[in-house]
């Protein structure tokens, strides 16, 4: 059973608009929330993390927003570029054994159109 | 620079095959994973472990096996290959605290393709 959802599969981008990108997850003992980048043939790169106690991180172009009552997190890039079209993965970290594991979402293929 | 390096970008092997996928990272981590990413699956968690000669099954171990003799090392094993093997495997690691905030390094990947 997927703990965290991304129910889009791919979403297009004017370059200089806003790309949203959405998550949802369904335990609410997650403590921290992550996102990545991947480019084809490449691993995925670790792009922004939140914890479960805020409601907002931002780091240059990227802020990610979270809303527990919903649990729901999303990762807006502002403004689009080109170079910014990958696959994003949405990650949540749980506690195991005395250490920490992530779990993925499904990805969001996201396509900037120049 | 921090680095996981996988020893193969694209490897073809045959139907029945024994395959070894090796894992080295440079950065004296405790925890290594091994994933597998397909089309709209995304990742999948094979197999980790958080200390030498410790292993611990993740979501889909069936088919595979795991390694670690040092602990900058971790191999997958597919004890015989098939079609359905056929993948991108991703190799990555951790600190035990920091996993919690900067989450994993990733190697660059392995893209398997059994025939």
């Known amino acids: 059973d997927q703990q965290v959802k991304q129910n889009s599969p791919s979403l297009s981008v004017q370059e200089g608009r806003i790309s949203i990108l959405n998550c949802d997850y369904t335990n609410s003992m997650f403590d921290y929330f992550l996102w990545y980048k991947k480019y084809p043939a490449e691993g995925p790169t670790f792009l922004i993390s939140?914890?479960?106690?805020?409601d907002k991180n931002e780091d240059g172009r990227f802020t990610v927003f979270l809303n527990k009552s919903a649990k729901h997190l999303s990762l807006h890039i502002v403004p689009s570029q080109p170079g910014d079209s990958a696959v994003y993965f949405c990650a949540a970290i749980f506690r195991w054994a005395g250490s920490y594991q992530l779990t993925f979402g499904k990805g969001t293929k996201l396509s900037v159109i120049p | 620079d921090v680095k996981v390096t996988q020893s193969s970008r694209y490897l073809v092997k045959r139907t029945g095959e024994k395959v070894f996928l090796e894992c080295v990272q440079d950065?004296?981590?405790?925890?290594m994973f091994w994933y597998r990413q397909d089309p709209g699956l995304g990742l999948r968690l094979i197999y980790f472990?958080?200390?030498?000669?410790?292993?611990e099954k993740g979501d889909i171990p069936e088919g595979y096996s795991v390694s670690r003799e040092k602990k900058e090392r971790f191999s997958l094993i597919l004890e015989s290959a098939s079609t359905n093997q056929t993948s991108m495997y991703l190799c990555?690691?951790?600190?035990?605290?920091?996993?919690?905030?900067?989450?994993?390094?990733f190697g660059s990947g392995t893209r398997l393709t059994v025939v």
């Open positions: 990555a690691s951790s600190l035990p605290g920091t996993g919690k905030i900067y989450g994993y390094t």
């Open positions: 472990s958080y200390d030498v000669k410790m292993k």
């Open positions: 939140i914890s479960s106690i805020k």
């Open positions: 950065m004296d981590h405790e925890n």
